[in-house]
């Protein structure tokens, strides 16, 4: 099999990616997962650049809306949480408790790893619906010595998944739960 790719960029053609993107060196750098050095070395450098990089730096030019895609939104919201299978992102979810209100992004394709399915557009009731469904049922048998061992005085989901990350022992999906700064 063969494959339409382009194996080397110059530093010139790499410097005029970045700039259709929008980009800094930095930025670029960050969205790349190389170092800032390396973007400058790649720009200034007279030899061309290989690897596969340059297969993303391919894919960027021609489609420069993934750059948006990729982007995890400004935090507006109290509560962050991102939803992860294994180490991939899946799902963000913003939360302002006190109006009850979400936001999401997500950041795959699949139905299955997003957080809330098809939902694009789910309320505060899916949300809690969701927390539950990270969680051990509330009619576990023995529930009480479960919650004595995470140290809960109640069943309550949103602690339990602070306490357990969300994490099922059927499957890879985990919960990191971030409070906004400031």
């Not at 990729?70 to 302002?96: A, H, K, S």
């Not at 795959?108 to 694009?120: L, P, Q």
């Not at 005085?153 to 906004?180: C, H, S, V």
Request: proline content about 4%; glycine content about 4%; overall charge neutral.
């Amino acid at each position: 099999m063969e494959f339409a790719r382009q194996d080397q960029l110059s530093g010139a053609e790499i410097k005029v990616i970045r700039a259709r993107l929008g980009l800094t060196q930095k930025t670029f750098a960050e969205l790349l997962n190389v170092s800032k050095k390396s973007v400058e070395r790649w720009e200034q450098g007279a030899d061309s650049v290989s690897g596969p990089v340059t297969m993303l730096l391919k894919l960027l030019k021609e489609h420069p809306e993934l750059v948006e895609e990729m982007e995890i939104p400004e935090q507006e919201f109290p509560l962050r949480l991102r939803y992860m299978d294994g180490n991939d992102l899946c799902t963000i979810i913003d939360v302002d408790d006190r109006s009850r209100r979400i936001r999401i992004k997500n950041y795959t394709t699949d139905y299955i790893s997003r957080a809330f399915g098809n939902n694009t557009a789910p309320t505060y009731e899916d949300y809690e619906e969701f927390l539950r469904s990270r969680c051990f049922p509330e009619t576990r048998d023995k529930m009480k010595l479960i919650l004595r061992e995470l140290n809960l005085p109640f069943y309550d989901p949103f602690l339990i998944i602070q306490k357990t990350a969300g994490r099922m022992a059927e499957d890879n999906y985990w919960i990191k739960m971030e409070r906004k700064r400031g």
